[in-house]
């Protein structure tokens, strides 16, 4: 079975919009060989962004995370050895969600899918879309 580790806009693009996601994603997505996952990073990242009114970002964090969960999405938590390594990533991209996401990708051995381009910095298990 292949993995796949979301970043928080396709988790939002695919809960929201999955319009946005190509259509080779979303197939990925759905196929039952594939298990998708999420972070608690994102939703912790959700839930911060959401508290500070950010006006592009309106979801909620609680929900976010039930539907995930209903529609059959891996939770990753957010280990020791996660934050090592994101600790001692490259400093190619400054935001500190996405920065642990890559180090989660990284340790778990999966794909991390998302459309930010700074992550493409990143070689290795940086996808892309």
Known sequence: M?????????????LDDPERLPRKVRRELEDPDTQPMFSVISIWEIAIKTNLKRT??????REVR?????DGWRELEFTGEHAIVAGNLPRLHGDPFDRALVAQASVEKVELVTSDR????????VRMI
Not at 56 to 61: M, S
Not at 118 to 125: K, W
């Open 2 to 14: 292949t993995s796949l580790l979301a970043d928080t806009q396709i988790v939002l693009w695919a």
């Open 56 to 61: 592009n970002l309106r979801a909620d964090a």
């Open 66 to 70: 039930a539907t995930l969960l209903r």
């Open 118 to 125: 700074r992550l493409a910095d990143y070689v290795g298990r």
